[in-house]
């Protein structure tokens, strides 16, 4: 891989994975259009993925700060209600983890057929969120943190947008959109680690290929390009959440599902 390709991945990485247009598929088609293959190294996507978190802790590190001086207090507040939340939606995307990571993985390589498809629901979720009107919450409950949760675990499918899905379903729910885009991407940070972590002890194990083909430079590359361009999606993201502008984004998903649908088929 040369570093202008891990530069691409790392770049696409970074802004999909904030932006509800759906990483994996932006990188399923950049792999099928470039013959970039990235995502298939088990090295690069970790430092990839580790990138995106660290921009999800530099971007939030007030919201960050805030929960651990909470939890140091030792006693229930809102940050320790904040905290189980977190992990109430984590509980759909480990069930997922442990039990259907490998059929999860068999879908992955099942082309962009399924890609298209699934950017097509991306795209009827933003739209169907952007013109409900439900009654505003001031928090968000346990039980809507674990139906978020249940959003997330479906958005390991390939092409439906893990942000798209948590926050369009949030919004749905009436929960706050100053707060919606923050625990979106906060809670996404746990399952972002632990399958790094997993994906680690694979290459320690020697169970999967390892990245003799990536260089330093192109691994240095991809993590800087990622880092960047997630700070600037995740910034970018919680504004337009704020302001309710994900139509924008869903006639987008709309538009690039149709096209890889059709280009699939040719």
Known sequence: MSWWEAFILGMIQGLTEYLPVSSSGHLAIGSALFGIQGEDNLTFTIVVHVATVLSTLFILYKEVDWIFRGLFKFQINDETKYVINILISMIPIGIVGLFFKDKVEEIFGSGLFIVGLMLLVTAALLAFSYYAKPRTKEHISMKDAFIIGLAQ????????????STIATGLLLGDKKEKLAQFSFLMVIPPILGEALLDGMKIVKGASETSADVSLMALIVG??????????????????????????????????????LLFSLI
């Open 153 to 164: 675990a479906c958005a390991v499918m390939p092409g439906l947008s893990r942000s798209g």
């Open 223 to 260: 993590f800087l390009s990622a880092f960047v361009f997630g700070c600037l999606a995740c910034k970018w993201m919680i504004d337009i959440v704020k302001k309710g502008k994900l139509i924008y984004f869903a006639i987008y998903c709309a538009l690039v599902g149709l096209a890889t």
